[in-house]
């Protein structure tokens, strides 16, 4: 099997693996007493191989688990930390706590939506950007902040923010050229 590496973690490379690799996982949950309740660990598994919940999958955990669809798609739009869509290239998570919120998170909140032209939950249309919340990143000593993929950016201003995402822009496209 064809495998790449990511951060600390093996994935498979292609659509197939990921699913013959999430049937295996659920093989292996069907083997509990109470197997159902491991519907939260499923879901888990598919969003770290697929970055989101694709509605084939749920419909591979449906079939497999024996739990209706609607359940497994209550359960995910329930919890925030599921994603319904592919993410973006790169996720931009604007700190919404105390110090930042003091500082100007909301300003800059309005400037990406403005810039990207979507509103919190939603990804550009190229597919390069996704914007969520956080409750805290705890950075509160570079208030604002934000965080993009895994690297944290502190003491915005609206207009550092959309520098940044300029440069995440040209980056992007070196990336996919």
């Not at 739990?67 to 996720?91: K, M």
């Amino acid at each position: 099997m064809t495998m790449t590496k990511t951060n600390e973690t093996t994935m498979p490379e292609t659509e197939g693996q990921k699913y013959a690799e999430l049937k295996e996982f659920i093989a292996e949950i069907n083997t509990y007493e109470h197997a159902d309740s491991y519907l939260i660990r499923a879901l888990h598994k598919t969003q770290h191989l697929f970055g989101y919940l694709p509605i084939r999958a749920m419909d591979v955990i449906s079939r497999e688990m024996e739990i209706p669809t609607a359940h497994i798609w209550g359960v995910a739009t329930f919890y925030h930390y599921f994603n319904l869509n592919p993410p973006g290239q790169y996720t931009i998570a604007v700190c919404l706590g105390t110090a930042c919120y003091v500082k100007g998170a909301a300003q800059i909140l309005e400037a990406i939506k403005n810039e990207l032209k979507i509103d919190v939950g939603e990804t550009t249309t190229d597919g390069i950007f996704s914007l969520q919340p956080a409750r805290c990143l705890g950075a509160c000593g570079l208030a604002p902040v934000v965080m993009i993929n895994d690297k944290i950016h502190g003491e915005l201003t609206p207009k550092s923010m959309l520098d940044l995402i300029k440069k995440y822009r040209r980056a992007a496209a070196k990336k996919n050229a």
